[in-house]
T-cell receptor
Framework: EPEVTQTPSHQVTQMGQEVILRCVPISNHLYFYWYRQILGQKVEFLVSFYNNEISEKSEIFDDQFSVERPDGSNFTLKIRSTKLEDSAMYFC????????????FGPGTRLTVL | AQKVTQAQTEISVVEKEDVTLDCVYETRDTTYYLFWYKQPPSGELVFLIRRNSFDEQNEISGRYSWNFQKSTSSFNFTITASQVVDSAVYFCALSGRQGAQKLVFGQGTRLTINP
C-alpha cells in the first residue's frame, strides 16, 4: 500500500541553524500539508500546498518557514533560523484521490532544537 | 472558527471492555468533514475514518464503530471488546469544504487498555 515517507526521522540542530525536512507524498496525490505536534499536545496545521503554491497557512507559519516541491516527488519544509520553540514532531500529509482530500500522514520527523 | 473538543484526556480500561471516545465539534460551515486518527506509541498518525456532514449513518468496521449526531455536534468513536493493541492516542479532526482544507484537531484522548 502506498505511503507517505519522511526523512530524517530525527533531526537535532542548534538554535539559529537552518533545517530542511523532507517528505515524499503518495504519488498520485495533489494536496500536500505540513503539521506539527509539540510533545504531548495536539496536532496543529502549518501549511497546505496545491498546484505548486501555498493554498493556506496558519499564523505559526511565519517568514521563517517555507515549503517547496522541487521536483515531482519531494515536498520540503524549511525553517530558516530555528528557535527552541520549534522543537516538535513535524508531520507531512498528502491527499487527493477524493475531495476534500482525506489526508494520509507520514511517520513524522522529530526536530530537537538545542 | 472551527473547533474540536475531546473532553476525555485519558481513559483506562481492562481488555475486552467496550470504550467510547467522545468528540464534539463547532463549525459554521453547512458542509464539513469529520475524521478520526490513531496515534500509537510509535508516533505516526493512522487514518481511521472520514465522515461527511450530510451522511448521518453510523458506521461499523470490525470492532470499531462511529456515531455521528448532527443535532448534538458529536462524532463519537466506540471500540468493542478492546484489545491491548488499541492502546494509543486518538484524535478527532474536522475540515471544511473549500480548497485543500486543513484539519483542525482535538486535543486527543489517551486510551490505555490493560491486560
Amino acid at each position: 500500500e502506498p505511503e507517505v515517507t519522511q526523512t530524517p526521522s530525527h533531526q537535532v540542530t542548534q538554535m539559529g541553524q537552518e533545517v530542511i525536512l523532507r517528505c515524499v507524498p503518495i504519488s498520485n496525490h495533489l494536496y500536500f500539508y505540513w503539521y506539527r505536534q509539540i510533545l504531548g499536545q495536539k496536532v496543529e496545521f502549518l501549511v497546505s500546498f496545491y498546484n505548486n503554491e501555498i493554498s493556506e497557512k496558519s499564523e505559526i507559519f511565519d517568514d521563517q518557514f517555507s515549503v517547496e516541491r522541487p521536483d515531482g516527488s519531494n515536498f520540503t519544509l524549511k525553517i530558516r533560523s530555528t528557535k527552541l520553540e520549534d522543537s516538535a514532531m513535524y508531520f507531512c500529509a498528502s491527499g487527493g484521490s477524493d475531495y476534500p482530500p482525506s489526508q494520509y500522514f507520514g511517520p513524522g520527523t522529530r526536530l530537537t532544537v538545542l | 472558527a472551527q473547533k474540536v473538543t475531546q473532553a476525555q484526556t485519558e481513559i483506562s480500561v481492562v481488555e475486552k471492555e467496550d470504550v467510547t471516545l467522545d468528540c464534539v465539534y463547532e463549525t459554521r460551515d453547512t458542509t464539513y468533514y469529520l475524521f478520526w486518527y490513531k496515534q500509537p506509541p510509535s508516533g505516526e498518525l493512522v487514518f481511521l475514518i472520514r465522515r461527511n456532514s450530510f451522511d448521518e449513518q453510523n458506521e461499523i468496521s470490525g470492532r470499531y464503530s462511529w456515531n455521528f449526531q448532527k443535532s448534538t455536534s458529536s462524532f463519537n468513536f466506540t471500540i468493542t471488546a478492546s484489545q491491548v493493541v488499541d492502546s494509543a492516542v486518538y484524535f478527532c479532526a474536522l475540515s471544511g469544504r473549500q480548497g485543500a482544507q486543513k484539519l483542525v484537531f482535538g486535543q486527543g484522548t489517551r486510551l490505555t487498555i490493560n491486560p
